[in-house]
């Protein structure tokens, strides 16, 4: 029983994890703030708003938090 459910869990959230993975901010549109200090200054940020939760919802809103910050 633990099988099947660990498996159809795997089935599920994996493919999402990668579609949300792929489409995570990477890039500042201002260049000036386009380099890997400021990136990971404001993603702790954004994970310290918005804790981790077991649905996986905290991406999205790690993702809106990056958009805010001028992240695309």
Excluded at 25 to 48: G, H, I, R
């Amino acid at each position: 029983m633990k099988n099947h459910l660990h498996r159809l869990m795997t089935l599920f959230f994996l493919p999402t994890l990668i579609i949300s993975c792929a489409s995570f901010p990477s890039e500042n549109q201002d260049p000036a703030k386009n380099n890997k200090v400021t990136y990971n200054k404001d993603l702790k940020e954004c994970k310290e708003d918005y804790q981790e939760t077991p649905s996986g919802t905290h991406i999205r809103q790690w993702i809106g938090c990056m958009n805010l910050k001028g992240w695309k």
